[in-house]
């Protein structure tokens, strides 16, 4: 039995409830100095099973499996490293978007659910024809193999600047099986995209927020999503100029520029669309923020 003055930890020989209740404990205390408040025994379940290899089907009907020594001092060390903020997405390398599952890296952001209505409206634009996506700042792929998913006679080109989130995006795409529509490419926005390449729908998740307010951020993005997916720049929009100014010679005539935008950016967005000749429909989130420009350019290229 620990005493009352000994650190928490998940011992040799407890068996899964136990470990299940310890790390629970552990996870609490840590997140509540950091005036984090979360479900601590969804946290601990994730862990345990990752951890464990088993479903919580098998949690359930062997809960006095006993845990060998090695088990018992990795579930403390992840119990303790979500305690001091790491998101279980970190810990677990992967993230659910879309119900799919999604491989992370220190190179990628962790999609988030906010950015599912990025996909509503680009299958909703798309419809079940054959078409082809462009996703600038692709990270995992999230956004484009979740459509890919849906269409089968869509195809779709990723590009990010970071040669490890294309690897990511890759892996990405061989797990879902659309490996052989899915292709990727180097590139700072445009840059390095073929000018002989057009497409339907071009989508992106900039990085949005104002370079002196990221250190104002949740911890569990501040300290742990990279910067450079974050940080849009004085006014957060340093993106979006090239990204909307540079896109038309790279959309079929009726083409449809998607963008995730922050809560207080619609107007600002929107003026650059118009500037550019995009007619902007803005969409909110179900928190009632705005949270999607859709901008449509008819007109011949």
């Not at 923020?289 to 859709?294: A, E, F, K, T």
Request: charged content about 25%; hydrophobic content about 40%; aromatic content about 4%.
């Amino acid at each position: 039995m620990q005493q009352a003055d000994q650190p928490l930890a998940v011992l040799p020989g407890d068996n899964l409830t136990v470990a299940l209740h310890t790390m629970r404990l552990i996870i609490e205390r840590g997140l509540k100095a950091r005036e984090i408040f979360v479900d601590c025994g969804l946290d601990a379940r994730m862990l345990l099973l990752h951890h464990m290899q088993i479903s919580h089907a098998e949690l359930i009907t062997a809960p006095t499996h006993p845990l060998a020594e090695r088990d018992a001092d990795a579930l403390t060390e992840l119990a303790g490293r979500r305690g001091a903020g790491v998101p279980v997405a970190r810990l677990v390398g992967e993230a659910e978007f879309w119900s799919l599952p999604f491989y992370l890296s220190d190179d990628t952001l962790v999609p988030r659910p906010d950015s599912e209505l990025i996909v509503e409206a680009g299958l909703s634009r798309i419809g079940g024809e054959a078409t082809r996506i462009l996703d600038v700042g692709t990270g995992t792929g999230c956004l484009p193999l979740a459509i890919l998913s849906e269409r089968p006679r869509t195809t779709a080109l990723g590009v990010d600047i970071s040669q490890g989130a294309l690897v990511v995006a890759e892996r990405n795409a061989r797990r879902l099986d659309v490996a052989d529509r899915f292709s990727t490419c180097l590139s700072d926005v445009y840059d390095g995209v073929p000018k002989t390449d057009v497409f339907d729908v071009i989508l992106s998740n900039p990085p949005y927020i104002a370079s002196n307010v990221i250190d104002d951020l949740d911890t569990e993005v501040r300290d742990h999503d990279p910067r450079v997916a974050l940080d849009g720049g004085n006014d957060g929009l340093d993106v979006y100029r090239p990204l909307i100014a540079k896109a038309a010679p790279f959309l079929t005539p009726g083409g449809y520029l998607i963008v995730e935008i922050g809560y207080d950016q619609s107007s600002s967005v929107s003026a650059l669309m118009m500037e550019s000749g995009f007619k902007p429909e803005l969409l909110y989130d179900l928190a009632g923020h705005p949270r999607v420009l859709i901008g449509h350019k008819s007109e011949p290229n």
